[in-house]
């Protein structure tokens, strides 16, 4: 979404405060939960602590994050700042689509869910011929065979797979 590109590095560009902003304070949250999340050994040299190199990774990011946001040459946000973080929260939308999938591969089976979402996924990226939709099915079909069959990946059989009848209960679980 930037558009505002040019071959002056100190010109400000669109979502750079919002970015120092947001990883300054992911990195602040990281750095203040590293006494709990990391141990200090007592007998261990200090290379050994498994709190060092986290505590030098992450004091790092803090470090560097406030000297980015420190440098920048503006340090209020613009009505282009928050365009951009839009673009940035529009990103959730994959998110969502993403979860319903790894919800509904339980319940419905993972080669109908696949089938399912790949046409419905090619749809929302803009690909609306029936031949690109036959060919997202096409793609999802090989996709779960290679992925059961031929990789055999370990994948639960869905509850819609228990009201099948037992030979075919078993075929769909093994193989889609």
């Keep these: 979404m930037s558009n505002d590109i040019s071959q002056d590095h100190r010109r400000p560009k669109r979502g750079q405060l919002l970015f120092a902003v947001l990883f300054l304070a992911a990195s602040a949250l990281l ?11 007592n007998g261990k040299a200090l290379f050994a602590q498994p709190r060092f190199w986290p505590a030098i990774g992450v004091g790092g990011m803090v470090v560097f994050g406030a000297l980015h946001l420190w440098h920048l040459p503006r340090r209020r946000f613009t009505r282009p700042d928050y365009l951009e973080g839009r673009v940035w929260l529009s990103i959730l939308e994959w998110v ?17 869910t696949t089938l399912i979402f790949a046409p419905l996924l090619s749809r929302r990226m803009g690909y609306k011929s029936p031949r690109m939709m036959w060919i997202s099915i096409a793609f999802a079909f090989v996709i779960v065979v290679l992925f059961k069959s031929v990789l055999q990946v370990k ?22």
């Design 31 to 41: 750095l203040a939960r590293l006494g709990d999340q990391t141990k200090w050994l």
């Design 155 to 176: 994948i639960p059989g869905a509850l819609a797979y228990e009201y099948l009848p037992g030979a075919l209960r078993s075929f769909f679980i093994v193989h889609f």
């Design 96 to 112: 969502l689509w993403f979860l319903a999938y790894v919800i509904a591969v339980p319940i419905v089976g993972y080669l109908p």
